[in-house]
């Protein structure tokens, strides 16, 4: 499984970074990592990937302003949001995915509002 952390209350034009840590049997470093949110009353989307490579995608809607990146040693993924805004504001989750395998992480609030 996964295990999110980081998020919290902030400003408009502020900064967080999230942390998905793989635990138990989950080696992060070998799977396909990506970033979703869901806000309330909409559905769940798809914010950012990234490869086993190394290769990051963005949504439209963050792209410029979110950063995806590995921490291989420590096991960790980040997910590094600058120049937040009320819009962004959602539970995040991150989902592992190996072949046919995925997990996925109980998410963590973020929260931008003045």
């Known amino acids: 499984r996964l295990v999110e952390s980081g998020g919290g209350l902030v400003q408009p034009g502020s900064s967080l970074r999230l942390s998905c840590a793989g635990a138990?049997?989950?080696?992060?470093?070998?799977?396909?990592v990506g970033w979703y949110r869901q806000a309330p009353g909409k559905q769940r989307e798809w914010v950012a990937s990234?490869?086993?490579?190394?290769?990051?995608v963005y949504a439209d809607s963050v792209k410029g302003r979110f950063d995806i990146s590995r921490d291989s040693a420590n096991n960790l993924v980040y997910l590094q949001m600058n120049s937040l805004k009320p819009d962004d504001t959602a539970v995040y989750y991150c989902?592992?995915?190996?072949?046919?395998?995925?997990?996925w992480g109980q998410g963590t609030q973020v929260t931008v509002a003045s």
């Open positions: 989902k592992a995915v190996r072949g046919n395998a995925e997990s």
């Open positions: 138990g049997s989950i080696v992060i470093n070998t799977y396909s």
């Open positions: 990234i490869s086993t490579g190394g290769v990051a």
